[in-house]
């Protein structure tokens, strides 16, 4: 199995900047692709952006030039650094893996158990 684990959520105001982390462990053998997905209020799960083992990055075009996602393989680490935050970015965010473990077949997909994000204008 393998755990995700986010932090650095919390309350900012409008043009502010936040670093969300995400460190997983467990029994993992190969970490593929890691993403950041977000969910407002009464709204459907959508994705943020992603970044491949090999740092190839892909963001929603909402995101675009003022998140960057980044990941450190050796650590198993990712993050996402979010500028000029507006009150639209205000959701619970979440980290996904896809991700290999110890003695398995086929890699899974992992999910974090979310951290809040709150844009004040």
């Known amino acids: 199995q393998v755990q995700l684990v986010e932090s650095g959520g919390g309350l900012v105001q409008a043009g502010g900047s936040l670093r969300l982390s995400c460190a997983a462990s467990?029994?993992?053998?190969?970490?593929?692709?890691m993403g950041w997905y977000r969910q407002a209020p009464g709204k459907q799960l959508e994705l943020v952006a992603t970044i491949t083992s090999g740092g190839v990055a892909n963001y929603a075009d909402s995101v675009k030039s003022r998140f960057t996602i980044s990941r450190d393989n050796a650590q198993n680490t990712m993050y996402l650094q979010m500028n000029s935050l507006k009150p639209d970015d205000t959701a619970d965010y979440y980290c996904?893996?896809?991700?290999?473990?110890?003695?398995?077949?086929?890699?899974?997909?992992?999910w974090g158990q979310g951290t809040q994000v709150t844009v004040s204008s």
């Open positions: 467990g029994s993992i053998f190969r970490i593929n692709t």
């Open positions: 996904h893996a896809d991700a290999l473990t110890r003695g398995a077949l086929y890699p899974t997909n992992y």
